[in-house]
């Protein structure tokens, strides 16, 4: 990029993010100790704690999260590391890649709903097999969803997170010398499972050190997913937390505000201890990956994760399916496999806030992920220059971690305290501020998807070009911008899909005076209507979707295109030969 | 001769007072002309947000005020917001104008006064049609004083319901629901706690079983709280190792179980909406059969309302808004079982012939139960138990 400073552009960028979570974090401090003068408490105190570690359910929830949020990555990243391994090379490899974006599309809520409808005592499944094999005329007492172990909250987890993990992975791929390596080892008698194991996925690790990072935070933070989905005799922490922070007794809130402190500090230890044992491991197996044996006991486990991850990528298919059958409906009642009556009502109820739900959403969408693509290419060419003038210092840049900080902090937490900041600054309700809210929350991924490619894109074309004509913003554009358009447009993809699902951030920003389709749906959603869920979740997810497609769909037509319209106007004699 | 001159002045007094009161509201309309109001109101019903729409439409051709509806999924999304708001010195032009509310959340609101008011008997339609001792819910909402700090606008009652082609004869009673649950293990559970219905349920579930009925009308901390709930725990220990999922997972709310009713996991479902078995078979989320019933020794009510936050900027606007969903009008529409069936606040006896006409001539849903039908509704105990049950089922079954 010909822009002269980028460094100090991009640190005023980065202090700008940090700004308000900065005082949204203090805004969460001051009430964990006994501060917060709206409801009369002037006075700094540690009751607040003390009230948290006398309270039964903060420890049953805690050890709930703890469990749910460990597990659930750890799964995901092996049902996700042993689907690339088992299938990388395979052509039906392509399809089940390009069937992740509605997965990445659909928001947590709908997918839960899904989920729950599937495997519920009286689910679908129970139901295509009622009453002709079960004999159940009624569902039976059993627990599957919502168990009090948390199993299927791990589930749900480990289906929104796997295709993520998957994408990323795929991403990191596309750095990495795989076919090569793997025709090497194989030359040399390596069974393929094994020379991943002792070879790739070590290479690939570190590429994918912080979305690993960010789907750990999540789990151990979510809250609408585990509200539909997870127990609630205790509810995991966040939940927890999250109830307090809504009791109508307000000073719930600053046994409240000391649980999110805490949240923040077990995701911190979490992922120090994650790292730590990744390290501690990796040391201990170095002398077993070189011992020179060409197969290993992991390959087993590596074949089974490849199974499963089908079973849990079917199974997130056939929950999205449920949800436009859902809308369609008007009875469906056990055990029929099918509803026994139809109606467009549903859809048709939606109708006349349509317009105004569509166009708020869009524009919010379109304009936090453009402005967070310009950024993360600003950011991204320091660290170009930083890279170029010392390769040896490759380490991350400090705005590296501090844009992660908005997705690795619970959200309840800390947004309470910004809405404080928004309000005393009167930007409160305002259209540009849940832009800027979006931002926070759009960049992180948008960077990290477009950081790979970036990196590695070869400077020399566009040196080249500009030896042959000094053109560099021209040259930017239409020459590196142009020949990273898949990446790019991916990870517009990703980020507008970002923006769309927000609810929180949106409504804390715009007051509730702004609906988008996702507002909509989460509100309409508080009935627990499937029906309702079913609609609102396909309109909500219908933009995601139709944007990941055109990502893929557009870079390998593009130049086609391009040409045909040029031929179209200039009557070159070329174009028809 | 005297109790004629008595009665005279006595008119003529509360004369003075409504010309005095009209002007005052004359003042208040006009003030409120082009006001525009933000209603926080939970949106998760369709015919509830509809009633919104119409309502916005006739206040608008009335009043020229603007009702915006803010669907809410949680009320308390808006108490939030009124106290970031006053934790950040905003002080006027809140974002909330209006909000319906009831229960904990007004108790929360007026104690940290974050309310506006007195107010509701300033509205022409208040006093025109409301009897506040009607109702005990009237004066005192879920055991809190109103005081005139919130408006009524809907009476609610805990009604049950069941599907009569699998269960005929329902359970009428607290003591009975545990014996048909013993019988049919798996069928019966009730909302969790803290969610509002889950907390009634426990109130009622008090009242039908413990021996000292007159603590309950005590604050909580004068009385030997763990004598006179003991037998509470000991029901519910009992309860749950023979309810829905073995008493390990219990549903969010009414919606949750009328949808679990429907699927036929659970045999009875509560709401605190009398109408809402007709209006859920007539969006096709219940079968034709169920029917709604109550206990023979009576159901708790209680009636919601709408306040005003004390940051709100358009406060005549608000107060128009209030006056209007108190008007017989506004009530009739709502209380149309194909709109939302919730039953009016207005004394009957208050009414003209004509809106008694209107009220009468309103059609009766298949499974909505008559006024008469509904019986007596149990009084609140006092508004400090809600609390200490909550905690005591949370440190009992939630841990």
Not at chain 2, 83 to 108: C, H, M, Q, T
Not at chain 2, 130 to 155: C, H, I, K, Y
Request: some cysteine; glycine content about 6%; charged content about 15%.
């Amino acid at each position: 990029m010909p822009l002269t400073h980028t460094r100090w552009i991009t640190a005023v960028l980065a202090s700008l993010m940090i700004f308000p979570i900065f005082i949204g974090l203090i805004g969460t401090l001051l009430p964990a100790f006994q501060f917060l003068p709206p409801i009369g408490e002037y006075q700094f105190s540690l009751t607040p704690w003390v009230n948290l570690f006398s309270n039964q359910e903060f420890y049953s929830s805690l050890k709930l999260t703890l469990v749910t949020g460990i597990v659930a990555p750890l799964i995901s990243l092996w049902f996700a590391l042993s689907l690339v391994v088992w299938g990388h090379d395979k052509r039906f490899f392509r399809t089940i890649e390009s069937l992740l974006s509605p997965i990445l599309a659909v928001p947590h809520a709908a997918i839960a709903i899904g989920l729950l409808f599937l495997l519920s005592p009286s689910g679908w499944l129970v139901r295509l097999f009622s009453p002709w094999l079960t004999g159940f005329e009624r569902p039976p007492n059993w627990i599957t969803v919502q168990d009090p172990y948390g199993l299927s909250l791990v589930f749900a987890l480990a289906i929104k997170e796997m295709p993520y993990l998957l994408f990323v992975i795929l991403a990191a791929l596309k750095g990495l010398k795989v076919k090569e390596s793997l025709q090497v080892g194989q030359s040399l008698g390596y069974g393929r499972f094994t020379l991943w194991r002792k070879v790739l996925i070590p290479q690939i690790y570190p590429l994918i050190r912080l979305p690993i990072f960010i789907v750990v935070a999540f789990s151990l933070t979510v809250v609408d997913l585990a509200l539909v989905i997870g127990p609630n005799t205790p509810s995991t922490l966040a939940v927890t937390l999250y109830r307090w922070f809504n009791n109508p007794d307000l000073s719930l809130r600053l046994m409240a505000s000391a649980g999110a402190i805490f949240l923040m500090l077990v995701i911190a230890l979490v992922l120090v201890g994650w790292e730590t044992i990744h390290r501690v491991f990796s040391r201990i197996t170095r002398a077993e990956r070189g011992n020179g044996k060409r197969r290993g006991l992991t390959d087993g486990l590596l074949h089974l994760g490849a199974y499963l991850s089908i079973v849990t990528l079917a199974s997130a298919f056939v929950a999205l399916l449920v949800l436009p059958i859902w809308a369609l409906a008007k009875r469906w009642r056990f055990p029929d496999a099918l509803p026994s009556k139809w109606t467009w009502d549903n859809i048709e109820r939606a109708k006349p806030l349509l317009f105004e739900l569509t166009s708020n959403t869009l524009s919010i969408a379109l304009l936090s992920t453009i402005i967070a693509c310009a950024v993360s290419l600003v950011m991204l060419e320091t660290k170009r220059i930083s890279y170029q003038k010392s390769p040896s210092t490759s380490n991350n840049h400090v705005f590296d971690w501090l844009i992660y900080i908005p997705i690795l902090l619970p959200q309840i937490g800390f947004l309470f305290g910004l809405h404080v900041l928004l309000i005393y600054l009167d930007l409160n309700g305002n259209f540009y501020t849940i832009v800027a809210l979006h931002i926070m929350y759009v960049l992180p991924y948008v960077y990290l998807t477009l950081k790979g490619p970036y990196l590695a894109y070869n400077e020399d074309y566009l040196l080249e070009a500009n030896r042959l004509k000094y053109h560099p913003w021209r040259h930017y554009l239409v020459v590196k911008l142009a020949m990273l358009r898949p990446a790019l447009l991916t990870a517009f993809a990703m980020g507008f899909s970002v923006s769309v699902a927000q609810y929180l951030p949106t409504l804390i920003a715009g007051e509730g005076r702004y609906s988008t389709l996702t507002t909509e749906a989460v509100a309409r959603a508080a009935s627990g209507d499937r029906k309702q869920v079913g609609s609102m979740a396909l309109l909500q997810a219908l933009f995601p979707v139709l944007v990941f497609w055109l990502a893929q769909y557009i870079p390998s037509r593009w130049t086609k295109w391009r040409l045909t319209l040029i031929c179209f106007f200039s009557k070159d004699k070329q174009c028809s030969e | 001769m005297k109790k004629t001159f008595a009665a005279a002045s006595i008119a003529t007094a509360l004369l003075c007072t409504s010309l005095n009161s009209q002007a005052a509201w004359q003042d208040t309309l006009s003030e409120a002309s082009g006001q525009t109001v933000y209603f926080n109101a939970w949106g998760g019903s369709d015919n509830i947000n509809n009633y919104i729409m119409w309502a916005a439409d006739r206040i608008k051709a009335e009043y020229n005020v603007t009702l915006k509806h803010v669907k809410l999924t949680d009320t308390a999304d808006a108490v939030n917001r009124v106290l970031a708001e006053k934790a950040a010195n905003k002080n006027d032009n809140g974002s909330v104008d209006l909000i319906w509310i009831n229960g904990e959340n007004f108790r929360s609101m007026k104690n940290n006064q974050l309310l506006h008011g007195p107010f509701s008997q300033g509205l022409p339609n208040f006093s025109q049609y409301v009897d506040e001792n009607a109702r005990q819910s009237l004066s005192q909402d879920f055991g809190t004083p109103v005081e005139g700090m919130e408006s009524p606008w809907g009476m609610a009652q805990v009604v049950f319901m069941h599907d009569t082609e699998t269960l005929e004869s329902p359970p009428k009673s607290i003591a009975n629901l545990l014996t048909y649950a013993k019988a049919n293990p798996g069928r019966i559970t009730y909302p969790e706690p803290p969610q509002f219905l889950g907390s009634t349920f426990l109130k009622q579930a008090l009242y039908e079983l413990t021996n000292n009925k007159e603590a309950l009308s005590q604050p909580v901390d004068t009385v030997d709280f763990n004598k006179v709930t003991a037998p509470l725990w000991g029901y519910l220990d009992d309860l749950h190792s023979v309810a829905w999922r073995n008493g390990q997972r219990f549903p969010s709310g009414s919606e949750e179980m009328i949808r679990l009713l429907d699927d036929q996991e659970i045999d009875i479902a509560f709401s605190f909406d009398v109408s809402s078995a007709t209006v859920q078979i007539n969006e096709g989320n219940l079968p034709e059969s169920v029917r709604t019933y109550v206990f023979d020794g009576g159901t708790i009510g209680n009636t919601h309302f709408l306040a005003i936050p004390y940051n709100s900027g358009v406060k005549a606007g608000a107060e128009v808004v209030a006056n209007f969903f108190l008007s017989p009008e506004a009530q009739v529409e709502k209380q149309k079982p194909a709109v939302w069936g919730d039953l009016s606040v207005l004394s009957y006896d208050k009414l003209t012939a004509k809106d008694k006409a209107k009220f009468e001539a309103l059609p009766k849903g298949i499974a909505t139960l008559s006024i008469e039908e509904l019986g007596k509704s149990l009084p609140e105990p006092h508004s400090s138990w809600v609390d200490a049950l909550e905690k005591e089922w949370r440190s009992r079954y939630a841990k």
